[in-house]
């Protein structure tokens, strides 16, 4: 059986080579003199010149025009032996290559302790063949702890690697029949979805040779109501118009699909996936085996796909995460996946609470008509379903997307579904959550908001809460689309920058970012304190800066700031204003006197009644399905 396929980099997924395998240090030398060691043959056509190819082939192969080392412990290419010993049957390991010429091929065991990263020689092995060939080595003698790896040596030149499998003898018995249900919610997003589609029928969907083949269906919940269904559907594919309720609402109608198919394709566990994201279809794959070979302790278990940065495909944003009540941390952010260290931190397992839905799976056991997710739009519905349903959580290196970073992203809407969304979810499973944790958030963030003169955002923020104070009857009743559609226009939009009373500079916008990695003095920081941000002081000229995530100091006595987004090119304007300014530090003030009074009250109505949210008869209704 093949566990894991040995992976090349590919244009259109990623051609970040050291994710997949990286030159030895002497081989890399010679490229000064002689060109490298290992090149790619791009459709068997070899290129002039002695130089390394840019070139990811189809033909997935290595030729080494001399002779050289290649390491394969990486990110896509090593294996994770010790998590797959704790999580399955998986019988002794091994790993087939397909070689021509002469290699010595060393099999290799690494565990990283502490600040070490220790390294074990299972086994080394010299082998020859005039043509291509398959070749068989065993990890039997291994610890089965960390990740297990190997490196190539060619002897010869000429010789070339076509690839190759971890794989395992395992009798059918051990084999559990596993259908995964992939559940993707889009709004007007019609090339992604069509690009992703392509890429799971032409690698698994139609292709008779996957292991997946016959075992994947996929759920479309189109939220814009905008794509081609006659076109874009077919036999595993399956696209439904749906109400624009975010994320929440098409990822429910996606499970709520599953649950009705049931009689038709046994659907054994969902997957829950953004639309914008670039998948590895060999991810859902190593998934499937995953399933396929649980031990039955962990047959609850969710599988989680960590995020990989779209901009910069080797940095890693998220792996698991914990929830603390909204102090949301990210696990194993930032780290750099081209380095064997790095892959080796991935594979110790901290405690997580909840995986994101740009790539989660979970078994359908807990997909009951009384355990469906909570109606909250977008925004905290993957953290509640987390909380709630979530004893073990698999994560593994090469099981991931990749998606654009969230400091490219802001949407000003978001503030009414931040702390509104988070008191929904803390209700129910953080019950040590109370007044004063609200209002020291209150005030920090709005205090922030006055600051950046998004005085509108406070609006918004505030708003949320006091629709969290209404209870779970007001959310039941309330049209999900026209509240969005409300809530949307009461924010801040970009707008082409063209079009807005100030003149856009984008060094003024670059020097703002070096203001951002700057050290504020104690003197200067002192100062913006005892001065609200210079509110306090006479205004001196304008600013443009990211309109994600900024910081204070960027808008320090600035009159006016243009707020901008690099990745849209749009922008929008704030202006500073002194009498409001201070209207909104009082309007905050007297928000934080009376919240205690209401947050008890509501915290145990949705604790209550609020019950009703996550069961399938509410559902029908909101969704428009009766």
């Known amino acids: 059986m093949n566990i894991q396929k040995i992976l090349f980099p590919k244009v259109g997924r990623c051609t970040e080579e050291e994710l997949y395998f990286h030159f030895a240090e002497q081989s890399l030398k010679k490229d000064k003199e002689y060109g490298m060691t290992a090149e790619y043959i791009y459709n068997s056509e070899k290129r002039d010149g002695r130089k390394k190819l840019d070139i990811y082939s189809e033909e997935e192969r290595i030729v080494f025009r001399n002779t050289g080392k290649v390491y394969f412990d990486t990110y896509f290419n090593g294996f994770s032996i010790e998590k797959w010993d704790k999580y399955t049957v998986l019988p002794p390991l091994s790993l087939e290559l397909r070689l021509r010429g002469s290699f010595r091929v060393t099999l290799m065991s690494k565990e ?7 390294e074990t020689v299972i086994s080394d092995t010299v082998v020859e063949s005039e043509e291509e060939k398959a070749f068989t080595f065993s990890y039997a003698a291994g610890s089965r702890k960390g990740m297990y790896t190997f490196s190539l040596e060619a002897l010869k030149d000429e010789s070339v690697f076509y690839g190759g499998e971890y794989i395992s003898d395992i009798t059918p018995d051990r084999v559990r029949n596993i259908k995964i249900g992939i559940g993707i919610c889009t709004f007007r997003r019609e090339k992604f979805i069509e690009k992703n ?19 994947l269906e996929v759920f479309v919940s189109d939220n814009g109501r905008t794509l081609d269904i006659d076109r874009l559907s077919g036999e595993h594919i399956h696209i439904f118009p749906n109400r624009n309720l975010g994320g929440a609402g098409g990822f429910t109608r996606d499970l709520i699909e599953m649950l009705n198919s049931d009689d038709r394709l046994h659907i054994t566990h969902a997957l829950l996936m953004d639309d914008d994201i670039v998948i590895e279809p060999e991810a859902l794959i190593k998934t499937y085996m995953l399933l396929s070979l649980l031990r039955d302790e962990y047959l609850d278990a969710f599988v989680g796909g960590s995020m990989l940065r779209i901009d910069k495909q080797y940095i890693q944003v998220e792996s698991g995460a914990r929830w603390n009540g909204g102090a949301l941390d990210s696990l194993k952010r930032n780290l750099d996946l081209r380095m064997c260290d790095s892959c080796l931190k991935n594979e110790t397992e901290e405690t997580t609470e909840f995986n994101a839905w740009w790539y989660c799976c979970f078994p359908m056991t807990i997909v009951r008509e009384d355990n469906l997710p909570l109606p909250i739009f977008i925004r905290g519905d993957d953290v509640e379903y987390g909380l709630r349903n979530m004893k073990h959580l698999i994560l593994m290196n090469g099981i991931c997307v990749w998606h654009e970073p969230f400091e490219n992203k802001y949407s000003s809407y ?13 209700s129910f499973h953080c019950q040590w959550y109370g007044a004063k944790q609200l209002n020291s958030a209150v005030r920090t963030h709005c205090k922030q908001e006055i600051m950046y003169y998004r005085y509108k955002n406070v609006d918004l923020y505030l708003q949320g809460i006091k629709d969290f104070f209404k209870g779970p009857e007001w959310l039941m009743a309330q049209d999900g689309e026209a509240l969005h559609k409300s809530v949307m226009a009461a924010g801040y939009k970009g707008e082409d920058i063209s079009a807005l009373p100030m003149a856009f500079n984008y060094q003024m916008y670059e020097d703002s970012r ?9 003197a200067m920081r002192l100062k913006r304190i005892l001065t609200f941000n210079g509110l306090l002081l006479p205004a001196n000229g304008e600013g443009v800066v990211p309109m994600a995530s900024p910081i204070s100091i960027q808008f320090y006595r600035k009159k006016r700031v243009m707020q901008y987004d690099v990745t849209s090119k749009k922008a929008f304007i704030t202006e500073r204003s002194r009498a409001k300014s201070i209207s909104y530090m009082f309007k905050v003030m007297a928000f934080t006197l009376t919240a205690p009074y209401k947050l008890k009250k509501a915290q145990e109505a949705y604790r209550t009644k609020g019950m009703t949210l996550r069961t399938l008869e509410f559902w029908k209704g909101f969704l428009g399905l009766e």
């Open 514 to 522: 070096e203001i951002r990695d700057s050290r504020d003095s104690r």
């Open 197 to 215: 589609l392509r890429i799971l029928s032409e690698q698994i969907l139609d292709n008779e040779s996957s292991p997946m083949h016959g075992h």
């Open 414 to 426: 978001l503030e009414y579904y931040i702390m509104r969304n988070q008191l929904i979810d803390n």
């Open 112 to 118: 990283k302790i502490h600040d070490d990263n220790f």
